[in-house]
């Protein structure tokens, strides 16, 4: 057997190990994404960030100079992967965001937020703003919170949430989930160079 032929079984090979590695870390994800998403929303995001981040770690690792090239296309089909796995749990994220406003807890939380910014404000009159879907529990909110001083006008953010202005002080706080939502979507890709739509 000629050194040529060696080389081609050894980088034949190695492109079968990092075939089913890759095969291996994509088995991987879809388990985790299943996993992820039963826990808060996030926890998901959380978990999801350590296990890519521990999973390229570990494909980086394995590239060898040998095989750069079969590698890298590899590489670049596992990123595409890795987009789309981003943009899958970015969806169930707000899927389930969904879901979470249309509960009596959301309704709780609400309640708890408004309350956390009116204290925010030492008690001082209060804006409180809900997103448009939310101004029919206006008046549940405005009987839970009976003892403080706040008005609620619509928003213009969409997934729900809330925010505050004290217009005395010219302060605004924004809880909320439209403005959360985007501040983890950049830092998710920004942690890993992804495009993400939502």
């Known amino acids: ?24 870390l994509l088995a991987d994800a879809r388990r985790e994404v299943k996993r992820a998403l039963s826990a808060a929303e996030d926890e998901v995001l959380n978990e999801t960030y350590r296990f ?44 389930r965001l969904e879901e979470y406003v249309k509960t009596e807890e959301y309704f709780d939380y609400l309640t708890k937020t408004a309350l956390d910014i009116i204290n925010e404000f030492a008690h001082a009159d209060t804006v409180l703003y809900l997103r448009p879907d939310d101004m029919p529990l206006a008046p549940r909110l405005r009987e839970r919170l009976k003892d403080e001083r706040f008005t609620t006008l619509e ?18 706080i924004d809880a909320s989930f439209d403005t959360k939502l985007s501040e983890l979507t950049g830092h998710f890709a920004e942690m890993f160079g992804l495009r993400l739509s939502q």
């Open 52 to 95: 890519i981040k521990d999973e390229v770690a570990r494909e980086r690792a394995a590239v060898g100079r040998d095989v750069s090239r079969r590698m890298m296309e590899n590489k670049n089909r596992l990123n595409a992967r890795r987009e789309e796995m981003g943009g899958v749990i970015m969806r169930r994220v707000v899927e």
């Open 155 to 172: 928003g213009q953010f969409k997934i729900g949430g809330i925010m505050g202005a004290c217009p005395a002080a010219h302060i605004q």
């Open 1 to 24: 057997m000629n050194q040529l032929e060696k080389l081609r079984r050894f980088t034949d090979a190695i492109e079968m190990d990092a075939r089913a590695e890759s095969d291996m």
